[in-house]
T-cell receptor
Framework: DAKTTQPNSMESNEEEPVHLPCNHS???????IHWYRQLPSQGPEYVIH???SNVNNRMASLAIAEDRKSSTLILHRATLRDAAVYYC???????????FGTGTRLKVLA | DTGVSQDPRHKITKRGQNVTFRCDPI?????LYWYRQTLGQGPEFLTY????????KSRLLSDRFSAERPKGSFSTLEIQRTEQGDSAMYLC??????????????FGEGSWLTVV
């Protein structure tokens, strides 16, 4: 199973952009890059996913490197409610496997 | 609310007792997953169903654990003879599987189990 590497923790100031990195050097051609976040005492929440091209939605943007060995989740303006653990996951198309690591704990400073 | 629903949200039980958790997936989602999460760790896969068929079970799912999804709708996860090591959050997720495309899963709020 392809694995991802994320920093354990990051800090950001409120209302500033946040760039959360993820390395996935063993990614295969059929692996989608998914991001979830988990607020305290809640289940993981879907944020965004992509295959090759950069993706935008109302929550965030996903920038995928040209070689697909890394990606970055971008929160354009961090708020206190964005403080959570962010998980970067590789999901092989057509399979059931979503393998979570320990994620990046994002702290947002007021 | 049309999200994944789990019940109960919190359960405290004595060691040796049986507990059952229920999950109602998003309507029309044909895949349903159970995960377990302990403090400081990411969710770990336990098992999943496609419609009513249980297609995969993790080695984490000991003989004391059983999951069902009758009629391919809601699912139950039962833990028999609970042990303190079973204390965790049990997460249910669902998705609509349509073949080899990006398959996004959606999680419920989780059911917290404390075994005393």
């Amino acid at each position: 199973d392809a694995k991802t590497t994320q920093p354990n923790s990051m800090e950001s100031n409120e209302e500033e952009p946040v760039h959360l990195p993820c390395n996935h050097s063993t990614i295969s051609g059929t692996d989608y890059i998914h991001w979830y976040r988990q607020l305290p005492s809640q289940g993981p929440e879907y944020v965004i996913h992509g295959l090759t091209s950069n993706v935008n939605n109302r929550m965030a943007s996903l920038a995928i490197a040209e070689d697909r060995k890394s990606s970055t989740l971008i929160l354009h303006r961090a708020t206190l409610r964005d403080a959570a653990v962010y998980y970067c996951i590789l999901h092989t198309s057509g399979t059931y496997k979503y393998i979570f690591g320990t994620g990046t704990r994002l702290k947002v400073l007021a | 609310d049309t999200g994944v629903s789990q019940d109960p949200r919190h359960k405290i039980t004595k060691r040796g007792q049986n507990v059952t958790f229920r999950c109602d997936p998003i309507s029309e989602h044909n895949r349903l997953y159970w995960y377990r999460q302990t403090l400081g760790q990411g969710p770990e896969f336990l098992t999943y169903f496609q419609n009513e068929a249980q297609l995969e079970k993790s080695r984490l799912l000991s003989d004391r654990f059983s999951a069902e999804r009758p009629k391919g709708s809601f699912s139950t996860l039962e833990i028999q003879r609970t042990e303190q090591g079973d204390s965790a959050m049990y997460l249910c997720a669902s998705s609509f599987y349509r073949g080899r495309t990006g398959n996004t899963i959606y999680f419920g709020e989780g059911s917290w189990l404390t075994v005393v």
